[in-house]
């Protein structure tokens, strides 16, 4: 079982839908709880951070940690064209340096 | 807005021949790393770097890798004999000794032919 799990994608909405996306992991060690957006041939952009279980809201950004079902989510409200790229988990715990990846959600906001 | 820098953008090099791709940190971060990312695949982690030296690293990152911090500045990781298979985005990315975001450069793309 790989650590950080997260479908590929592609997923297609239209413009102003609510976009789900999700990471479900298996290591409960796991405190720090990131996600980032990458476009194309570029680094990752951290746009939301989460420590331990909990709901962190930013602007259209909504970040969601389940803990006891090893789950995450970010949602985007009223997606715009703007917010096509790929959307990557990514998490640690306390007693390592490193983050894991997801492989990536490759998401694309249709006008 | 901090941010890491990452030079070069694109370096395309000769199997075999010796690569160094250059890092500037956010100044006054203390953990430093580098991943890379193969065309079409996940992000993976190298190396983590604190006070001086290496903090981790993973599989990936065997004897023909290293990492240098040469002054207080910069951050470089050396491949000293270029595979095919080494052809990828590298990133690098730092944190601050008191925070758990980490942030990433723009990424030096390696085309070894």
């Known amino acids: 079982q790989k650590e950080v799990e997260q479908d590929p994608g592609p997923l297609s909405v239209p413009e102003g839908a609510i976009v789900s996306l999700n990471c479900t992991y298996s290591?409960?060690?796991?405190?720090?709880f990131m996600w980032y957006r990458q476009y194309s041939r570029k680094g990752p952009e951290l746009l939301m951070y989460?420590?331990?279980?909990g709901n962190k809201e930013d602007g259209r950004f909504t970040a969601q940690v389940d803990k006891s079902s090893k789950y995450i989510s970010l949602f985007i409200r009223d997606s715009q064209p703007s917010d096509s790229a790929t959307y990557l988990c990514?998490?640690?715990?306390?007693?390592?340096?490193?983050?894991?990846f997801g492989s990536g959600t490759r998401l694309s906001i249709r006008p | 807005e901090p941010e890491v820098t990452q030079t070069p953008s694109h370096q395309v090099t000769q199997m075999g021949q010796e690569v160094i791709l250059r890092c500037v940190p956010i100044?006054?971060?203390?953990?430093f790393y580098w991943y890379r990312q193969i065309l079409g695949q996940k992000v993976e982690f190298l190396v983590s770097?604190?006070?001086?030296?290496?903090?981790?690293k993973s599989e990936i990152f065997d004897d023909q890798f290293s990492v240098e911090r040469p002054d207080g500045s910069n951050f470089t990781l050396k491949i000293r004999s270029t595979k095919l298979e080494d052809s990828a985005m590298y990133f690098c990315?730092?944190?601050?000794?008191?925070?758990?975001?980490?942030?990433f450069g723009e990424g030096s793309w390696l085309t070894v032919v």
């Open positions: 989460t420590y331990s279980s």
């Open positions: 100044s006054n971060h203390l953990y």
């Open positions: 990514a998490m640690r715990d306390s007693s390592a340096s490193k983050i894991i």
């Open positions: 770097f604190y006070n001086n030296e290496i903090s981790e």
């Open positions: 290591n409960s060690a796991f405190q720090y």
């Open positions: 990315a730092s944190r601050s000794g008191t925070g758990n975001t980490i942030y």
